[in-house]
Nanobody, 120 residues
């Protein structure tokens, strides 16, 4: 019913920048919170940043001051601007959205993930 498609991952050198995008499509009435999570090899998935439809954003302490989350509600799209990247930011990044569908079901939807590798 609802799909999330991510783009923008890749290989970047330490100190570099990347911008991830995630577009939601399907039977969408409204989207509440959108967010980004990541999972590094051998580690659990963790919250990176999230942005509600109204209200303040929140970030993991490890990315504060370096990453910025934003959304375009008209396009049902969320972005993650990542600056000053470090090798420890290497992970698969997943988009997440809490969606109310056109038939008023509440769903939590995940994207397929996009790999970010920070290495020289």
């Amino acid at each position: 019913q609802v799909q999330l498609v991510e783009s923008g991952g890749g290989l970047v050198q330490p100190g570099g920048s990347l911008r991830l995008s995630c577009a939601a499509s399907g039977s969408i009435f409204s989207i509440n919170t959108m967010g980004w999570y990541r999972q590094a090899p051998g580690k659990e998935r963790e919250l990176v940043a999230r942005i509600p439809s109204g209200g303040t954003t929140n970030y993991a302490d490890s990315v504060k001051g370096r990453f910025t989350i934003s959304r375009d509600n008209a396009k049902n799209t969320v972005y993650l601007q990542m600056n000053s990247l470090k090798p420890e930011d290497t992970a698969v990044y997943y988009c997440n959205a809490r969606v109310k569908t056109m038939n008023y079901m509440n769903l939590e939807v995940w994207g397929q993930g996009t790999l970010v590798t920070v290495s020289s």
